[in-house]
């Protein structure tokens, strides 16, 4: 499973899937969660705005990501 590293306690679901790369717009995210492409701890997920948290495992095309805090990120970029 690979870890996407966040630097924030939180960060809501469409800006996680541009900031992961899986789409290179929020247009596209938009769409592609509407869409029930991306499962949120094993339960599909459609809102665009949902909370996504340190522990929480993202699904998307059979393949799972676990969302990380990475507190060393945030000092540095202060």
């Not at 929020?26 to 339960?43: H, M, P, S, T």
């Amino acid at each position: 499973m690979e870890e996407l590293k966040i630097m924030t306690p939180f960060i809501k679901l469409d800006q996680l899937v541009k900031f992961a790369g899986f789409t290179e717009t929020g247009a596209k995210a938009k769409i592609l969660i509407d869409l029930g492409e991306f499962n949120v701890n094993g339960i599909c997920c459609t809102k665009r705005g949902k909370k996504i948290k340190p522990g929480d495992v993202i699904e998307y095309k059979n393949k799972k990501y676990k969302v990380v805090y990475d507190g060393q990120a945030e000092e540095a970029a202060e």
